[in-house]
């Protein structure tokens, strides 16, 4: 599974892609603003890849299949994890006053339990752009591994499902085109679809 990593080691987006620009970007917003979410182990890094939080949660139900060729997952890994509310509380102080770049956000929210403003939400999945340029229908669901080969030109995933790997992509995703992103907000306008409907609970 993933562990912290330097920022040296983090691909960059690359210059050409969706909504880039040459020379210095403008910037919307500082990059203390922007943290970077993922929910199936938590994890939480900031605007340049650098891990904030990378925490296993200890389950409190049997685990039925732990997916391990998968995760990499194995019990020892839970029996001394932290309890869900001491990460919930970890996880709600960081992202604070923040805007939550990821991939598929209501369900990290959801898991997590908890409600973010929709204004502050960077869901790479929702973002009408990459649905138009892959000719996808307004309301597609393009996977993740999908987007991160077509606009950035790599795999991921290859060494299983490494919630790391998956939010430093998203981020990728949203800095490759963040200037048309927040761009389009400026303008009082937003450029993605909305989430299901079910989760419109987690977003104020």
Known sequence: ??????????????????????????RFFPPERYVAAQAQRV???DYRGTVLLDSYVRPTQPVCDYRTAETGLQPHHLADAPVFIDVQRQVASL????????????EFLSVMNLSHPAINTRDTAL???????????????????TLIRHFMGREIGQNGDIPV?????????????EQTW??????????????????????T
């Open 95 to 106: 992202i604070k006053d923040k805007i939550l770049v990821g991939y598929a956000l209501w």
């Open 165 to 177: 790997e998956r939010a430093r992509a998203a981020l990728d995703l949203f800095r490759s085109c």
């Open 127 to 145: 973002f009408m752009s990459f649905r138009r340029t892959l000719n996808q229908k307004p309301n597609a669901i393009i996977p993740l591994q």
């Open 43 to 45: 994890t939480l890094t």
């Open 1 to 26: 599974m993933a562990s912290s990593s330097n920022s040296s080691n983090y691909a960059t987006p690359t210059p050409g892609q969706p909504g880039s620009s040459g020379g210095r970007p403008q």
């Open 182 to 203: 927040e761009g389009i907000i400026a303008t009082g306008a937003w450029p993605c679809a909305l989430p299901p409907t079910e989760y419109r609970n987690f977003f």
